[in-house]
C-alpha cells in the first residue's frame, strides 16, 4: 500500500469503475444527450470510484501481491 505501484494500480482500478458506473446510469432511461441527469451520473460514477479506492486499500496486503487486488497480477509460472 506505501508503493506508488500500489497507488497507480489503484487509481487505474477507480477510474475504470467510474467510467463503468456513469456508462451504466447514461444507458438506463436516457432519451437524448440532453435529458441526461448530468449531476445524478457524476454523483453515482464518483461515489462508485470512491468504494473502489476503498475496496483496493482494503484488498492491500491481503492477496499475494502488495497491490489493490486478491488475486496475483505476476504471470503463473507452469
Known amino acids: 500500500m506505501w508503493s506508488s ?3 497507480r494500480q489503484a487509481a ?4 475504470k469503475s467510474f467510467a463503468q458506473a456513469l456508462i451504466t ?3 438506463t432511461g ?4 440532453l435529458d441526461v441527469g448530468w449531476k445524478q451520473a ?3 460514477a464518483a461515489l462508485t ?4 479506492l476503498l475496496m483496493s ?3 492491500s496486503g491481503v492477496g499475494p501481491d502488495d497491490g489493490p487486488s486478491l488475486v ?3 504471470p503463473a509460472t507452469e
Open 49 to 52: 470510484a470512491l468504494l473502489s
Open 42 to 44: 457524476l454523483s453515482v
Open 5 to 7: 505501484s500500489f497507488w
Open 57 to 59: 486499500l482494503v484488498s
Open 72 to 74: 496475483s497480477t505476476k
Open 25 to 27: 446510469v447514461l444507458g
Open 30 to 33: 436516457a432519451g437524448g444527450l
Open 12 to 15: 487505474e482500478r477507480a477510474a
